[in-house]
């Protein structure tokens, strides 16, 4: 499973850091990666890191947004600074590419 958490309300300008914990599954030697998407939209790849942490941002998170990921702890992170309204959307974190299974994601709104 993938546990996203970390989202919620911040102001435009503002930041936040997003979380994902993986459990039941070792995803060392996996690419991973944070979606989005938004109401009425589809959704979208924000960013991508591999194994050996090589980086990959959508068009829209370049400068604003970084991804890590932590071996260790199965975990990744998003690190969104700069905050946009039009950032606000459901994020997800997923294989990169993407497997079947997406769980809840979790939720960023980013008032102007």
């Known amino acids: 499973q993938l546990q996203a958490s970390g989202g919620g309300l911040a102001q435009a300008g503002g930041s936040l850091r997003l979380s994902c914990q993986a459990s039941?599954?070792?995803?060392?030697?996996?690419?991973m990666a944070w979606y989005r998407q938004a109401p009425g939209k589809q959704r979208e790849l924000v960013a991508s890191i591999t194994t050996l942490g090589s980086t990959n941002y959508g068009h829209a998170a370049k400068g604003r947004f970084s991804i890590s990921r932590d071996i260790g702890q199965n975990s990744v992170y998003l690190q969104m600074n700069n905050l946009k309204p039009e950032d606000t959307a459901v994020y997800y974190c997923?294989?990169?590419?993407?497997?079947?299974?997406w769980g809840q994601g979790t939720q960023v709104t980013v008032s102007s």
């Open positions: 039941g599954r070792i995803f060392m030697f996996e690419a």
């Open positions: 997923n294989l990169s590419p993407p497997g079947t299974y």
